[in-house]
């Protein structure tokens, strides 16, 4: 494939993230600007539009992101400080429900802001993390001959993306426009409104718009490990393709009696088995060079790239490693809080108010099954990439140093398989999901038995 026939690497990945990039733009996350450039192209002496990203203090998004970090900052302060109707409100709670309504506000405001800071610093970083992405991408292209932009597993990220940047954002906007909308009408059409209360239901619906559209970093980081996934699948296809019954032997034919076993005990199994079993040799030996060569560069290429791949999600962990543990705690305590409110609310019937849980329930919890989910799916097709490698290879036409290599690369992922990980402190999978499922369910418990100690010593008093 010419490289006139491959599309721009760049400009195809912004084209698939595009949805991801807006959803992080939003709440002022990764102050990244997408700009425009044309390029000749000497083959049909014509001009080409090329996408790329690109980062300045001085841009648009740059200069977003500082004025609504100031704004949030400086509401944060005035509205633990003077608003008057918050305090009566906590005055009339307990101090269960205090300390958590106060660490609902405290963890999405510092998370908010800490993620700002951090996409304005590391704005640089990203964009040479950025870069190595799209070599990868381009790397995948060449060798492998493939127009990607074109393959259905990377035209479903976009939709996938897209879908998960919808179904977080059109609740959030509903959300706030119904609550927030009827404080909002509530305190100027009510008579004993004033307009402090109007000011604090504008403030609180800006807020909570921005501290749940936050979550918007999740679907970012889910776009790089679809890609990822993708990535893999795509050299495990590649690896399928070689024609067995081509270099089919009677050793080989034996080979295939480890139908039992899957991914790296097969890729074991047979070559003990090749060992046992050597191969007769073929009355063809210039045609079996020929096949042998062949398979051999198919072999080192896809390796190489699966390598490549391997480097790409190993840098994913290393940028995204410290937001990821951030992002997943403060997951898991707000979903604390608003379960906990939502028993408190339903206990007490104040319907109005439970209802007033089901949007940040759903968001965060949305949030953490979509990334233990796609992080799971991306372990699996490092593991089929392997299963490829000991189900379809024509182990007796290898030499011992690609044996060597394939040896060596199914210890790798048998002992340590690539996943998604916060900085070497957990691995982010579906069974993450049900640990933290689990310990919510052991927390909500401590809550609401501090909670009726609290009701009781008040009617005690």
């Known amino acids: 494939m010419s490289s006139n026939d491959i599309t721009n690497s760049e400009s195809t990945l912004i084209s698939i993230a595009k949805w991801g990039l807006l959803t992080v733009k939003i709440p002022g996350y990764f102050p990244i600007s997408v700009s425009t450039s044309s390029m000749k192209i000497l083959t049909y002496s014509k001009l080409e539009k090329r996408q790329y990203l690109s980062f300045s203090y001085c841009s648009g998004a740059a200069l977003y992101v500082i004025i609504l970090s100031t704004l949030l900052s400086c509401w944060d302060l005035i509205f633990f400080a003077r608003q008057s109707s918050f305090h009566k409100y906590l005055k009339a709670r307990g101090p269960t429900e205090i300390y958590a309504y106060t660490l609902m506000l405290a963890t999405s405001s510092m998370l908010g802001v800490y993620v700002q800071i951090f996409g304005l610093r590391k704005a640089s970083k990203f964009l040479k993390y950025w870069e190595d992405t799209c070599t990868i991408f381009d790397q995948l292209q060449t060798k492998l001959g493939l127009n990607l932009g074109t393959l259905e597993r990377f035209n479903s990220i976009e939709n996938s993306i897209r879908n998960?940047?919808?179904?977080?954002?059109?609740?959030?906007?509903?959300?706030?426009?119904?609550?927030?909308?009827?404080?909002?009408t509530d305190s100027i059409l009510?008579?004993?409104?004033?307009?402090?209360?109007?000011?604090?239901?504008?403030?609180?619906?800006?807020?909570?718009?921005?501290?749940?559209?936050?979550?918007?970093?999740?679907?970012?980081?889910?776009?790089?490990?679809?890609?990822?996934t993708a990535c893999l699948y795509t050299v495990g296809n590649s690896l399928r393709e070689i024609s067995v019954d081509r270099f089919s032997t009677p050793g080989e034919a034996l080979s295939r009696k480890s139908s039992n076993f899957s991914g790296e005990d097969e890729l074991f199994t047979r070559m003990i088995l090749q060992q046992r079993h050597p191969v007769p040799k073929s009355n063809n030996q210039g045609e079996k060079r020929v096949a042998k060569v062949d398979i051999e560069t198919t072999l080192e290429t896809c390796l190489s790239l699966f390598q490549s791949i391997l480097g790409g999600i190993s840098n994913f962990n290393s940028f995204f490693g410290v937001i990821l543990i951030f992002e997943i705690s403060a997951c898991v305590?707000?979903?604390?809080?608003?379960?906990?409110?939502?028993?408190?609310?339903?206990?007490?019937?104040?319907?109005?108010?439970?209802?007033?849980t089901v949007v940040p329930i759903y968001i965060y919890g949305k949030e953490l099954y979509d990334v233990g989910s796609f992080s799971e799916e991306l372990t699996s097709a490092a593991e089929s990439v392997v299963k490829s490698l000991g189900q379809n290879l024509p182990l007796d036409t290898l030499s011992p140093h690609m044996h060597l290599k394939l040896q060596m690369l199914s210890t790798q992922i048998l002992t340590n398989p690539p996943a998604i990980s916060a900085k070497q402190f957990f691995v982010i999978n579906r069974g993450l999901v049900t640990a933290v499922l689990s310990g919510l369910a052991t927390f909500l418990v401590v809550l609401v038995q501090f909670r009726d100690a609290d009701s009781t010593a008040t009617s005690a008093g």
Do not use: C, K
Not at 337 to 345: G, K, T
């Open 190 to 228: 009510h008579e004993d409104g004033t307009n402090e209360d109007t000011q604090l239901a504008i403030g609180l619906g800006v807020w909570t718009f921005f501290s749940l559209s936050g979550s918007g970093i999740s679907v970012w980081m889910t776009f790089f490990i679809q890609f990822y």
């Open 333 to 356: 305590l707000n979903l604390l809080v608003y379960l906990f409110f939502a028993l408190v609310w339903l206990g007490r019937g104040e319907i109005g108010l439970l209802m007033e």
């Open 164 to 184: 998960s940047f919808a179904a977080l954002i059109i609740p959030i906007l509903i959300h706030v426009l119904i609550d927030y909308g009827y404080r909002i």
